[in-house]
C-alpha cells in the first residue's frame, strides 16, 4: 500500500482481556518496528524486525507482550491479560533496511488502546 | 546521562520568528540522525534526517555537532502552521531509532 496500516484505529478493552494490533507495512520495507506512547510522552521504542533476522526485543516492557511477523510483511503485537498501565497509542513504523543506508521511518496512524 | 535529552518546552514565538531546538545524545557511537514532527494525535512525520555537513530544506536547517554530541534545527520566519512537536531519533546501524520525548513549539499570530 501507500504508506503504513493498522488496525484496528480505537480499542477499548477490559482489564485482563487479550488484544491483538495489526500492522502492514511499506511494500518493499524490509524493517518493521513498534513503539508506544502514552499521553504527554515520547516514543517508547517495544520491537524490531529486520528481514528474516531474529527480532530486537529488548523494548518489550513484560513477557505479557510479544509480536510477531509473518512472511516478512504483516506483523501483530500481542498483549495478553491487559493491564491499566498498557493504555497507549501503538505506533507502527517501517523502512528500508537500516543496516545498509540511512532511512527514515514511515509511521502508521496507530492504534489507540484504552483499557478500563 | 538520559540516552537523549529534548528541552520539553513550550517555545512560544510570533510568527516570522527564529526559533532553534537542541537534542543531546548519550551514546557516542550512533550513526544516523533525524528530526520528527509529530502533530496533535497524529503520528510522527519524517521532517528531515541530520547529515554530518548540516543540511537545508527551505526555512529548516538541521545541524550535527558530533564532539559535543547534540543535533539542532533552525526554523527561520515561522508560520502559524510550524506549530507542532518536534521529536529527535537517532540510532546505530541495525538498531531502531531512540527519540527524545519532543519539544513543543506554538507560533502565533
Known amino acids: 500500500g501507500a504508506g503504513v496500516s493498522q488496525s484496528p484505529s480505537n480499542k477499548v478493552t477490559e482489564k485482563g482481556k487479550d488484544v491483538e494490533l495489526r500492522c502492514d507495512p511499506i511494500s518493499g520495507h524490509t524493517a518493521l518496528y513498534w513503539y508506544r506512547q502514552s499521553l504527554g510522552q515520547g516514543l517508547e521504542f517495544l520491537i524490531y524486525?529486520?528481514?528474516?533476522?531474529?527480532?530486537?526485543k529488548s523494548g518489550l516492557p513484560s513477557d505479557r507482550f510479544s509480536a510477531e511477523r509473518t512472511g516478512g510483511s504483516v506483523s501483530t503485537l500481542t498483549i495478553q491479560r491487559t493491564q491499566q498501565e498498557d493504555s497507549a497509542v501503538y505506533l507502527c513504523a517501517s523502512s528500508f533496511d537500516s543496516r545498509i543506508g540511512v532511512y527514515g521511518y514511515t509511521f502508521g496512524s496507530g492504534t489507540r488502546l484504552t483499557v478500563v | 546521562r538520559k540516552e537523549v535529552e529534548q528541552d520539553p518546552g513550550p517555545f512560544n514565538v510570533p510568527e516570522g520568528a527564529t526559533v532553534a531546538f537542541n537534542c543531546t545524545y548519550s551514546n557516542s557511537a550512533s550513526q544516523s540522525f533525524f528530526w520528527y514532527r509529530q502533530d496533535c494525535r497524529k503520528e510522527p512525520k519524517l521532517l528531515m534526517s541530520v547529515y554530518s555537513s548540516g543540511n537545508e530544506d527551505g526555512r529548516f536547517t538541521a545541524q550535527l555537532n558530533r564532539a559535543s554530541q547534540y543535533i539542532s534545527l533552525l526554523i527561520r520566519d515561522s508560520k502559524l502552521s510550524d506549530s507542532a512537536t518536534y521529536l529527535c531519533g537517532f540510532n546505530q546501524a541495525g538498531t531502531a531509532l531512540i527519540f527524545g520525548k519532543g519539544t513543543t513549539l506554538s507560533v502565533s499570530s
Open positions: 524486525f529486520q528481514g528474516n533476522s531474529a527480532p530486537d
